[in-house]
């Protein structure tokens, strides 16, 4: 096994079980001062006009951002939401809540880091490049699989750069979380089958790497014994499940907190930058296309997908442009961690610029 050099950390505190929202007031409360009472809610908008809002400790200093989880998060939105909270507040806020799904986590923990920071979002893109703790952020997810809400990462597309990148560094980890399995009730089947598969996917990679950690080794394989009973079972949706994948997300986000990913991710970063496909539909569109890379974990995935029907998009490249298929072998070889993580130093020779683009072609 190798040693990995990099700072890992995990989440300071938590609240886990059903009504556990209910303990956010009493977790908030001691954040407010005199100086800083504000906090910031950044809340999936399937929420807005939902009763889940009402029950909120939001106050009137407080302010409120309803996130589009069908579009990934950008740089340039971060900076956004930076300058515009930067203009509604005298002072740093005192706390950052993000409410949803992966994409609403990644807001929080990004708009936390610049705040305690400063500059552009696309300046802290790559691994440990923050200098500063950022605000006190609280995660609560409403959906179970990405990680976000343990992970030392919050991933940004950079249109500019055509690029997606985490901005990975240990003050990124949110500092409390609140896991309420009653959160994720209402996930439809094939968003609840997309992020779960996430985490899977950031387990077998992890296994499958060459930067073994015999304590992501732990969270892994703990993981995926609690999302095989999950996906072994009938009915994905029932609470007794929606507990295992709770816990099953937070430990593979807290498995890729002290390992790296694979190949799935940087081809999946591909498909999210080049053509916007929303993170975990891209992570299962490429999955079912790495049986040179992972031969029996793409076995066990094709079957899970048959037995709960699930639909995977297909022919996303077929007769792509060669300028277009160019931009996503730029989008995916720039990972060059998780690439090495999976095939060593020589990876660029096993991943030409025409098997990427012919495995691409085959999605």
């Known amino acids: 096994m190798k040693n990995i050099p990099d700072l890992t950390k995990i989440v300071g505190s938590y609240h886990f079980g059903s009504d556990s929202i209910s303990a956010l007031e009493a977790t908030i409360a001691p954040k407010r001062d005199r100086n800083s009472k504000a906090c910031i809610f950044f809340i999936d908008h399937f929420f807005q006009g939902n009763k889940l809002i009402d029950s909120l400790p939001i106050m009137q200093e407080d302010s409120v951002f309803y996130i589009d989880s069908s ?7 971060i900076d956004l939401y930076v300058t515009k909270i930067n203009e509604i507040c005298i002072n740093i806020p ?12 990644d807001i929080a923990k990004a708009v936390s880091i610049l705040l305690g920071n400063g500059g552009k979002a696309e300046k ?11 605000v006190f952020k609280i995660g609560i997810p409403t959906l179970s699989g990405t990680g976000a809400e343990s992970s030392r990462t919050c991933v940004l597309v950079n249109k500019d750069k055509n690029i997606k990148l985490g901005i990975n560094s240990p003050f990124t980890v949110f500092d409390h979380l609140i896991l309420d399995p009653k959160l994720s009730a ?11 598969m996430d985490t899977y996917i950031h387990c077998i990679e992890s296994l499958n790497g060459k930067y073994r950690h015999d304590l992501a080794d732990i969270f892994s394989k703990n993981a995926l014994r609690l999302l095989r009973e999950v996906m072994h079972s009938n009915k994905l949706n029932e609470l007794e499940n929606r507990k295992k994948l709770l816990i099953a997300s937070y430990l593979g986000g807290s498995a890729i907190g002290n390992s790296y990913v694979g190949v799935v ?10 053509l916007g496909t929303h993170h975990c539909e891209a992570n299962c ?3 079912g296309k790495m049986s040179e890379f992972y031969p029996d974990e793409t076995d066990e995935f094709l079957t899970i997908v048959k037995k709960h029907k699930i639909k995977i998009p297909e022919k996303l490249c077929v007769d792509m442009e060669y300028d277009l298929l160019s931009k996503l072998y730029e989008a995916c070889i720039i990972h060059e961690k998780p690439l090495e993580n999976a095939l060593g130093n020589n990876y660029k020779n096993i991943l030409s610029k025409e098997k990427i683009i012919n495995i691409y072609m085959g999605m």
């Not at 209402?186 to 779960?196: E, G, L, N, R, S």
């Not at 991710?265 to 080049?274: D, E």
Request: aromatic fraction near 12%.
């Open 285 to 287: 569109i490429t999955m």
């Open 186 to 196: 209402t996930v439809p089947k094939q968003q609840f089958f997309y992020t779960a």
């Open 94 to 105: 005192c706390c950052i809540i993000g409410i949803g799904g992966g994409t609403t986590m």
């Open 71 to 77: 579009n990934e998060p950008t740089t340039e939105q």
């Open 124 to 134: 802290y893109q790559g691994w440990n490049l923050v200098n500063n703790p950022g």
């Open 265 to 274: 991710h940087p081809f999946s970063a591909g498909l999210s930058t080049v």
